[in-house]
């Protein structure tokens, strides 16, 4: 980890950003006082990292979709879920990059956690390694930072030190707002508010917290769906009325979720241009997408529904 830095944020200030947009944490409508027309764009990553789900398996429950489901995965049925999906990104023009799958790391699959990957448009590509709550998720980490620093990524952490460290789960919890330099941040299973105060200074940009309230919802991105800049998706039980007021500040149009669809993982679609992938058997949300310009993509991830992730958990964006 010789690229390892926690000065970058002093580089991007350096680099003549606007310092009143720089380094907030905002967590009210009340205190968000800059439009999204203040915020400069960022370019969206246009490759997919995924880890074949070799050594998926579900030993232990993590959050309450994996209750009731210990041992029962189909490896043959995971395996094919897995290759359809990648394929679906390929078939949209998004070439999949592999991380090797390890022994005993059952949850690597879920590529979405490990990391915060981000670019500035004249910089080098960087990520902000997790703090990841489970010690068997811990693990995973290292291997991530190795395949992103064999890929030119600058590789940075919250604090130097990760015992004392809040908690961070990477893309599952701090989702980019489409091409701004502007992070959405979950907290209260997983990723602790003291996080985004940390995540801000380091990235010298301003994050919109929110609190999550509802613990089948565990990651934000199990509840919250951007789907373009003015555009998103949300099962409105998972959120308080500050952090609703907050969405509904900076996206025109938010489509909300039926229980039901929630459930099926509707909001753990995503979206690249209007092509939004989802997992199938949620009409409704399929239906709203399409009044909204957008064409539904719907794929199998059951068997990794049982350990509480689907299309967004299975990938990382990358550069
Ligand atoms: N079993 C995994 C865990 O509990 C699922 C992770 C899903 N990932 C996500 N980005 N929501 O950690």
Request: aromatic fraction near 10%; include cysteine; hydrophobic fraction near 40%.
């Amino acid at each position: 980890m010789s690229g390892l830095s926690q000065a970058v944020g002093v580089l991007f200030m350096e680099g003549g950003r606007n310092s009143s947009l720089a380094a907030s944490v905002i967590g009210s409508a009340e205190e968000a006082r800059f439009a999204l027309a203040d915020i400069p764009s960022r370019v969206e990553p246009r490759q997919v990292l995924m880890c074949d789900p070799s050594y998926f398996e579900i030993k232990d429950a993590k959050n309450p979709f994996m209750e009731g489901n210990l041992n029962s995965t189909d490896p043959k049925g995971a395996n094919r879920q897995w290759h359809a999906l990648k394929q679906t990104y390929e078939n949209l023009g998004y070439p999949v990059r592999l991380i090797s799958a390890q022994k005993n790391l059952e949850d690597m699959v879920f590529t979405a956690n490990q990391v915060l990957p981000g670019k500035e448009d004249d910089g080098l590509p960087y990520v902000v390694l997790s703090e990841m709550v489970h010690p068997s998720r811990q693990a995973e980490v290292p291997f991530f930072a190795e395949w992103f620093e064999g890929n030119g990524y600058q590789l940075m952490r919250l604090t130097g030190d990760s015992a004392s460290c809040p908690r961070f789960e990477g893309q599952g919890d701090a989702i980019w707002h489409p091409g701004k330099r502007l992070l959405w941040g979950g907290y209260g299973f997983r990723t602790q508010e003291a996080a985004y105060t940390l995540l801000s200074e380091l990235l010298c940009l301003p994050v919109l917290k929110l609190e999550l309230v509802n613990s089948r919802f565990y990651h934000l991105d199990t509840a919250f769906c951007v789907l373009d800049v003015d555009c998103a998706m949300i099962y409105p039980d998972a959120f308080n009325e500050r952090g609703l007021a907050l969405i509904r500040r900076y996206f025109a149009r938010v489509l909300e979720v039926s229980e039901a669809d929630a459930a099926n993982f509707a909001c753990n679609a995503h979206a690249l241009g209007r092509k939004v992938i989802l997992q199938a058997g949620s009409p409704d949300t399929c239906q709203a997408l399409r009044g909204l310009g957008f064409e539904p993509v719907e794929v199998e991830t059951g068997e990794f529904m049982k350990s509480g992730g689907s299309v967004f958990c299975l990938k990382m964006m990358v550069f």
